[in-house]
């Protein structure tokens, strides 16, 4: 059977995957897009477990399309996973991007051929492909971390992953419930599980900081302003630090009066979500800033959880706030006031083991109809690793990543020619707005494989001193950050001397957005062709 061959191999369907399938066969080149799922949607799909939200608001949270936004309008600020997967396959439809998916299939290999200057791309379903470009639009949060509990295999009820949700009906009215992990997913699952279970268990280890979304229906005005005005939108929203419109830190906490931080405070928590990272701009890096706010929300889960028991273990006290992505809900806390609820701290009281029936902490031995775990990803690598790319020394990307990501502008690693990671570690990334990170990473690809058409170029990998540079340049965005020392899925640490590199660029999308409108219009300094 003879190999067919593309310009381009796309990682995903989701958003990113869709409009990467979109922009590259309007530039009239030949893309197939493999996706593991039976259809378009990315996490999106997966992740339908109760609860799923997201925590960019809708006005933003979509294609900043001319032809799409004018046709599309949502019910709510921040919409539920349903009405997003229905507005990626609205996306889907009618770009008609489909037909040239192959779903149900996974990339299991993708092999750089260097004297062909291409990939030979291998799927589960055993075909293979050559490809000049491949790009991995496979998500930086898609793979997720399995449940690792001795005995779980012996459970004879059911268990999920809040990632992998299954599309099946789960039940869980009537049912026992234990919820493990409280991160975003967990913490937006359970008020939704605690509607109508019979008895919700968290299993508590870290507590994090949960501010509310203040959710409620779109402003439908608002929105059809925004679409009589996409592409003024458009401008405005990618050179905006999170890709959004919510407000930045009035100024540093110690120019305002205790009053005036108080009243700054109110304000941004009733307009809710992600605003209360930006409070005062100095909160990131300034510890007493940090704690105005902190002191805040721990005020919250004082005034809400009325258990004073559980109001202790809830309290968010392990890191400043923001240090780890702040978690956004609608009814977290106030669910621990249901009779249905209960919470175990398993720093006091671990996790033993999966029984046949349930749970046996060093404490208890309960029994539940359900395991939901909600154990978060493999971030930034998961995705990548599992498509086994290799390069012509048999390389995988993060194997040169061992010390942390080296990148030029997140999105090429030297060594990996025409290999494009959108939304990659070095870029914006799950710091800001992904549907727009995506839209820029494809634009910026677009106009890259256009630019090495007109000039017969059919190889591209970044400089090595420009790599260098813009490493460098991510690390000391970030270098006097308070979440430069914090656990969480966002740094890389070398265990071997301590030393830490903090993974997305916390530049701000403006100025990445910038540095890389910069770089076109210097014919793509810093990546070399031939
Ligand atoms: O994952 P997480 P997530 N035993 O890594 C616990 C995006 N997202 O899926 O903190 C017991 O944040 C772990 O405990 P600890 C968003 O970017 C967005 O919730 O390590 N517990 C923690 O509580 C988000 O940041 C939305 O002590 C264990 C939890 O599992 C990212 O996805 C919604 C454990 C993992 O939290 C990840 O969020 C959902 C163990 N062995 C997700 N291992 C929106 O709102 C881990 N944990 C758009």
Redesign the pocket.
């Known amino acids: 059977m003879n190999t067919v061959d593309y310009d381009a191999v796309v990682v995903g369907a989701g958003a990113g995957g869709i409009y990467a399938v979109h922009k590259l066969t309007q530039a009239g080149l030949r893309v197939i897009a493999f996706e593991g799922a039976p259809d378009v949607g990315g996490v999106w799909y997966h992740?339908r477990y109760p609860g799923?939200?997201?925590?960019?608001e809708s006005y933003f949270y979509c294609f900043p399309d001319e032809d799409l936004y004018p046709r599309w309008t949502w019910k709510e600020r921040y919409p539920a996973q349903p009405e997003i997967l229905a507005y990626l396959n609205f996306a889907a439809d009618t770009w008609g991007v489909r037909p040239h998916i192959r779903f149900s299939t996974w990339v299991t290999g993708a092999q750089w051929e260097s004297s062909a200057h291409r990939y030979r791309v291998t799927a589960s379903s055993g075909e293979s492909v050559t490809a000049r470009h491949l790009v991995m639009a496979s998500g930086q949060?898609s793979k997720?971390?399995p449940p690792?509990?001795p005995g779980l295999e012996d459970f004879r009820g059911r268990w999920v992953q809040?990632?992998h949700w299954p599309t099946d009906h789960v039940e869980t009215a009537g049912k026992r419930i234990a919820v493990?992990?409280?991160?975003?997913?967990?913490?937006?699952a359970v008020p939704a599980l605690a509607r109508d279970a019979e008895n919700v268990t968290v299993?508590h280890?870290?507590a994090?900081y949960s501010v509310p979304a203040q959710n409620g229906p779109l402003d439908q005005q608002k929105y059809a302003d925004y679409a009589s005005r996409v592409s003024e939108m458009r401008e405005k929203i990618l050179h905006h630090p999170v890709g959004s419109d919510i407000p930045l830190g009035a100024g540093p906490a110690s120019s305002f009066s205790p009053d005036e931080q108080q009243a700054l405070l109110r304000q941004r928590w009733a307009r809710g979500g992600h605003t209360m990272n930006a409070v005062f701009s100095d909160q990131g890096t300034d510890i007493h800033a940090n704690t105005l706010v902190a002191d805040f929300v721990r005020q919250h889960v004082r005034d809400t959880v009325k258990d004073p028991a559980k109001a202790e273990i809830l309290m968010p006290h392990a890191y400043p706030i923001g240090t780890?992505?702040l978690?956004?809900d609608t009814g977290y806390y106030e669910a621990f006031n249901q009779s249905n609820v209960d919470l175990i701290d398993?720093n006091h009281d671990p996790?033993e083991r999966i029984t046949e029936k349930g749970i046996r902490t060093r404490n208890h031995d309960l029994e539940f109809d359900l395991l939901v775990f909600?154990?978060?990803?493999n971030a930034f690598t998961g995705a990548l690793d599992e498509a086994n790319i290799r390069n012509e020394l048999g390389e995988r990307p993060s194997d040169r990543w061992s010390r942390g990501p080296r990148t030029l502008l997140g999105l090429m690693t030297r060594g990996f020619p025409n290999l494009f990671v959108l939304t990659g570690p070095g870029s914006p990334s799950?710091l800001a707005n992904m549907i727009l990170d995506n839209v820029q990473h494809v634009d910026f690809v677009a106009d890259m494989l256009r630019h090495m058409g007109e000039r017969g170029h059919t190889r591209v990998e970044p400089e090595e001193k420009a790599q260098d540079e813009w490493t460098a340049h991510v690390a000391e965005a970030a270098s006097n950050l308070l979440r430069l020392n914090v656990?969480?899925?966002m740094v890389h640490v070398n265990r071997e001397d301590g030393t830490r590199v903090f993974m997305p660029y916390v530049g701000g999308l403006d100025k990445y957005v910038e540095h890389c409108e910069k770089v076109v219009a210097d014919d793509f300094v810093g990546f070399s062709f031939s």
């Open positions: 992740n799923a939200r997201v925590d960019i949060l997720a971390r690792a509990f809040t990632a493990i992990g409280t991160g975003s997913s967990g913490v937006q299993f280890r870290t994090n780890r992505r978690c956004v398993i996790i909600a154990l978060g990803f799950v656990e969480n899925y």
